[in-house]
C-alpha cells in the first residue's frame, strides 16, 4: 500500500503562482509514475502532468505547458507542482496518484493504483 498526502493548495489571483506537494508513504519502491489529476465541479477528472519515477521523463496537459512543472525528490518521497501563472480555469481540486505499472497512459486515472485526498486549488480574477 502507497499513502499519498498532498497539500500546498489555496486561493490566489490571476498570474499568481502556486507550489503543490504531495508526500508517499509507505510501499514506495515499487512505483513507475507519480501524476498530478485536477477536478472541477462538474467536469471529469483531467490528467496535469506525469513524471516517471528513474527516467524524470514528464508528460504535461497542453493548457499548463509552459506554466506548471512537475518534478520528484526521491530522496524525500516527495512530488510536487510547481503552478505559475495561474488562470480562473485552473480552479479545481488537485489530486496526487502513482502507479505501479511501467507503461501507462499517463492522463488516464485508472492507470493509477494509489491516489491522495487531494488539495483545494481557486484561483480568482
Known amino acids: 500500500q502507497v499513502q499519498l498526502v498532498e497539500s500546498g493548495g489555496g486561493s490566489v489571483q490571476t498570474g499568481g503562482s502556486l507550489r503543490l506537494s504531495c508526500v508517499a508513504s509507505?510501499?514506495?519502491?515499487?512505483?513507475?509514475?507519480m501524476g498530478w489529476f485536477r477536478q472541477a465541479p462538474g467536469k471529469e477528472r483531467e490528467g496535469v502532468a506525469s513524471?516517471?519515477?528513474?527516467?524524470?521523463?514528464?508528460y504535461y496537459t497542453d493548457s499548463v505547458k509552459g506554466r506548471f512543472t512537475i518534478s520528484l525528490d526521491n530522496a524525500k518521497n516527495t512530488l510536487y507542482l510547481q503552478m505559475n501563472s495561474l488562470k480562473p480555469e485552473d480552479t479545481a481540486m488537485y489530486y496526487c496518484?502513482?502507479?505501479?505499472?511501467?507503461?501507462?497512459?499517463?492522463?488516464?486515472?485508472?492507470?493509477?493504483?494509489?491516489r491522495g485526498q487531494g488539495t483545494q486549488v481557486t484561483v480568482s480574477s
Open positions: 509507505g510501499a514506495t519502491d515499487n512505483t513507475y509514475w
Open positions: 496518484a502513482s502507479s505501479l505499472w511501467r507503461v501507462i497512459v499517463w492522463r488516464r486515472p485508472d492507470n493509477y493504483q494509489y
Open positions: 513524471i516517471h519515477r528513474d527516467s524524470g521523463t514528464t
